[in-house]
């Protein structure tokens, strides 16, 4: 994986924290749960939207079995099932439509 490939992976993470203060014998007490996640756009093109044109390139890949970038993957495999698939292919292309999923 190149530099800027990996540079752009760490933008799409994004770290949730929760802290939780509740009371224990009188004492407050901290509870902190922490995760981090990846945040797939279906932007496969990298021009900040989401489009039909997305869409298309996604099933592209899938129906000619043609591979796609690393950095691309992450964002083709917009419904997070682990691997790009027409199932992708038709969210992309209902938020580029403006359809809710």
Partial sequence: MSLI??????????????????????????????????????????????TIGD?????RWVLEGAGYPDIQRLDADYNSNGRADIGDAVLCMRKALGVRP
């Fill in 5 to 50: 490939s990996f540079l752009l992976l760490l933008a799409r993470l994004v770290t949730v924290r929760a802290e939780v203060t509740y009371i224990v014998d009188g004492r407050p007490a901290v509870t902190v749960a922490e995760a981090t996640i990846v945040v797939r756009t279906g932007d496969v093109t990298g021009d900040g939207r989401v």
């Fill in 55 to 59: 869409a298309m390139l996604i099933l």
